[in-house]
T-cell receptor
Framework: NAGVIQTPRHKVTGKGQEATLWCEPI?????VFWYRQTIVQGLEFLTY????????DSGMPKERFSAQMPNQSHSTLKIQSTQPQDSAVYLC??????????????FGAGTRLSVL | GDSVTQTEGPVTLSEGTSLTVNCSYE??????LFWYVQYPGEGPQLLFK?????EKGSNRGFEATYNKEATSFHLQKASVQESDSAVYYC????????????FGQGTSLSVVP
């Protein structure tokens, strides 16, 4: 089991460019979560899918950010017109189910986005 | 919504000394409590979790007791090692919350020889 795979590990974009981040959850896991990590804010929840359906996107910035899960084997986080304040480590996690309080999140190593 | 307050870091300790990382949480529901650890260059990973009040969780020499009355879940280790250098996150997951884990700010620990 390779764990949660995130690609790329590092991405550098110019201000105003688009960035797409990829996540492959652990096979058999039904829930996928996206978090953003910065020194100032710590780990911030962005959005969550269960069985590929969007469940909670309350942490997503209303503009420029979108997430999809077209199939059970991958999810994408897209940031349009990137800004320097979007620079962060973006973490994807999966779990067996998002509905039970005992479930454990398995995180990928993250994608470090740097917006110049 | 749910919130977590942890010991503010960074914390620097010498090998062999004891560690306490305070964690206090606010949640409307009766939560499961988690400690996650994040090593440099990696994503967070579960250290241990405790689903019931007044029970203790432990792993790798770390332990924490779920104190429902005080709404606390302090992390302790009697003797830290250099390999324990990492960021530690406390998180409550409310039993009725079918979504996200809310994390505290994290506590960065550096253990020096």
């Amino acid at each position: 089991n390779a764990g949660v795979i995130q690609t790329p590990r590092h991405k550098v974009t110019g201000k105003g460019q688009e960035a797409t981040l990829w996540c492959e959850p652990i096979s058999g896991h039904s829930a996928v979560f996206w978090y953003r990590q910065t020194i100032v804010q710590g780990l911030e929840f962005l959005t969550y899918f269960r069985n590929q359906a969007p469940i909670d996107d309350s942490g997503m910035p209303k503009e420029r950010f979108s997430a999809q899960m077209p199939n059970q084997s991958h999810s994408t986080l897209k940031i349009q017109s990137t800004q320097p304040q979007d620079s962060a480590v973006y973490l994807c996690a999966s779990s067996f189910s998002g509905g039970a309080s005992q479930n454990t999140l398995y995180f990928g190593a993250g994608t470090r986005l740097s917006v110049l | 919504g749910d919130s977590v307050t942890q010991t503010e870091g960074p914390v620097t300790l010498s090998e062999g000394t004891s560690l306490t990382v305070n964690c206090s949480y606010e949640t409307k529901q009766y939560p499961t409590l988690f400690w996650y650890v994040q090593y440099p260059g990696e994503g967070p990973q579960l250290l241990f979790k405790v689903p019931k009040a007044n029970e203790k969780g432990s792993n790798r020499g770390f332990e924490a007791t779920y104190n429902k009355e005080a709404t606390s879940f302090h992390l302790q280790k009697a003797s830290v090692q250099e390999s324990d250098s990492a960021v530690y996150y406390c998180s409550p997951l409310a039993s009725s919350s079918f979504s996200k884990l809310v994390f505290g700010q994290g506590t960065s620990l550096s253990v020096v020889p």
